[in-house]
């Protein structure tokens, strides 16, 4: 095992603030990131995932707190860690001149051990751009080439800022199985990204970022049973059908007409016990209801409920503030 993280944590957060001038971007964030997880960050825009990475790669110091990566200050710029520590770099570090296999070549150079250039190039998707020039590559490929400049040196962290914006369906799923191939082999990956469906099927664990504080974090599957507990239930009834008996069903908390048309009502319900719920209408034979779906809770629905919340109490605690000043 590697030098740095003998407790099985690769990063260590601990408390982190960081003020622009009068503007807390982050406010007391700690959390620990594990040796082999893909760790989520999650949060709305101006939440502070852009700074937090910035303060967790050197790129900027924090007001306050402390940071551990694989045991390092970042801010200290150990060469040790960049080895260990691998951040998609900007577009610009890109040499146009160059072709697609020549940059990657010459990225391996610069570690001891890396990975075979082809097999990179297979994995997210260039192994047909491999001799064309950077100049004349799209910037879905471009974005590509930026993963696997990344990847080449067999980070023991690989941090990737929104890595899925910009790119087509199947570049995501390159980039899918680009991260998947870092956990299978033991890595750790860190990546912030705005596609619940993304954090969902790829993170291990995820953090929610609201207005610099961390709302949540938690596997996705149980920050889904614990905060996503309303389903919706949908159906259409003949219009005119009485509803009044939908809202004393057990476990729902609303119910609204979404469209009329052609004789048909459409309904939808909010309900804690969906299964029940769909029983319940399927044997209503004066509901005459058809179309019976169900849209269970997600990731998204805790997302918006965490994002809603916090800037509300966060608005709140603001007037407060105010008021008593
Ligand atoms: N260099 C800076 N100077 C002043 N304020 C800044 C600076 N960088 C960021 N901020 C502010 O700090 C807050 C957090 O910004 P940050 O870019 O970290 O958010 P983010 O979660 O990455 O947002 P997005 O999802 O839009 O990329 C925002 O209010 C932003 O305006």
Request: aromatic content about 2%; charged content about 25%.
């Amino acid at each position: 095992m590697e030098a740095g993280n003998r407790d099985g944590i690769v990063v260590s957060l601990h408390e982190i603030s960081k003020h622009y001038g009068s503007r807390k971007a982050l406010d007391g964030v700690g959390f620990d990131i594990r040796d082999g997880e893909v760790f989520g960050l999650l949060g709305p825009n101006g939440a502070g995932k852009t700074t937090l990475l910035e303060c967790l790669t050197g790129l900027r110091r924090p007001t306050a707190g402390s940071v551990r990566v694989l045991g390092h200050d970042p801010g200290s710029r150990a060469p040790e860690l960049r080895r260990l520590m691998a951040v998609q770099p900007q577009e610009a570090a890109l040499f146009p001149q160059l072709s697609v296999r020549e940059t990657v070549d010459l990225w391996a150079s610069v570690y001891g051990d890396h990975e075979r250039v082809d097999e990179v190039l297979d994995r997210v998707g260039l192994a047909a751009q491999a001799s064309q020039r950077v100049k004349a590559l799209s910037g879905g490929q471009a974005r590509r080439l930026l993963l696997a400049v990344t990847v080449i040196g067999r980070p023991r962290l690989l941090v990737l800022d929104e890595p899925a914006a910009g790119l087509d369906p199947q570049a995501k799923e390159h980039l899918w199985d680009v991260i998947r191939k870092q956990r299978e082999a033991g890595g750790t990956v860190l990546l912030t990204t705005h596609d619940m469906n993304e954090a969902t099927e790829l993170c291990d664990r995820v953090a929610v970022l609201v207005g610099g504080r961390i709302a949540a974090c938690d596997t996705p599957a149980r920050l889904v049973s614990a905060l996503a507990s309303t389903s919706t239930v949908t159906f259409t009834t003949p219009a005119g059908t009485d509803l009044g008996s939908l809202d004393a069903l057990p476990g729902v908390t609303a119910v609204e007409v979404k469209q009329e048309a052609e004789g048909r009502r459409s309904v939808q319900l909010r309900t804690t016990d969906a299964d029940l719920t769909l029983r319940r209408i399927a044997a209503d034979e004066r509901l005459v209801a058809s179309d019976l779906d169900i849209s269970r809770g997600g990731l998204d629905t805790v997302f918006r409920s965490l994002a809603t919340e916090s800037a509300g109490s966060q608005e709140a605690a603001r007037t407060k503030k105010e008021v008593t000043e």
